[in-house]
Every structure is written in C-alpha cells, then in structure tokens.
Nanobody, 116 residues
Framework: VQLVESGGGLVQPGGSLRLSCAAS????????MSWFRQAPGKDREWVAQ???????????NYANSVKGRFTISRDNAKNTVYLQMNSLKPEDTAVYYC???????WGQGTQVTVSS
C-alpha cells in the first residue's frame, strides 16, 4: 500500500486549498478512505471519511471542526481521494494525511499552513 499526499501550502485565513492523495497497492474502489491531520504538539486527529461508491453514492462524514467547510471526494478512475478545504482558519494548520482505514500504511503527509 502506498499513499502520496499533495496540494498543501501556505494560505491566508479564509482561503482555500485542495489536497490530493494518490493510492496504490490495493483495490482502491472497494475501500473507504480517510483524511487525518496533526498539528504541532498535538495528537493526530481524524478529519473526514468517504465510503466506497455504491448505487446510492458514497457516504461522507466529517469532524465537527471542519463540517461545512471541508469536502471529501474520490475518483476511482484515478485511485485518488481529495479534500477540498474552504474558509480556512489558522487552527487548520497541520500536516494532513490520507489513510485507508483497513490498512496500516500512512503517507508522508502534506503541510497546510494558514497564516496572514
């Protein structure tokens, strides 16, 4: 299992970023995918999850801290999961990681810094 996150950067408060996570080594379409983040000096925390796509679509869930601002999505043709982050706040500053909950592997993460 290999996970490669990208798309992080420095953004001003109120701005937006879209993170990507390219997955390989497993049948991506069959598994849920999650985003986590870890701020300096804090534990890694769960941010969002998306289920496999079924006949009724995919189910998404979000941490309360990001609900209404972040959107998780997936493209099974590209084996990629995305995290669209809008209305960013300084407290969103963290390294962001994707993960397939059924596997133990983590990617290297991508740094998001929200600062003026």
């Amino acid at each position: 299992v290999q996970l490669v996150e990208s798309g992080g950067g420095l953004v001003q408060p109120g701005g937006s970023l879209r993170l990507s996570c390219a997955a390989s080594g497993f049948t991506f379409s069959k598994y849920a995918m999650s985003w986590f983040r870890q701020a300096p000096g804090k534990d890694r925390e769960w941010v969002a999850q998306i289920t496999p796509i079924t006949s009724v679509g995919a189910i998404t869930n979000y941490a309360n801290s990001v609900k209404g601002r972040f959107t998780i999505s997936r493209d099974n043709a590209k084996n990629t999961v995305y995290l669209q982050m809008n209305s960013l706040k300084p407290e969103d500053t963290a390294v962001y990681y994707c993960k397939a909950p059924d596997y133990s592997a983590w990617g290297q993460g991508t740094q998001v810094t929200v600062s003026s």
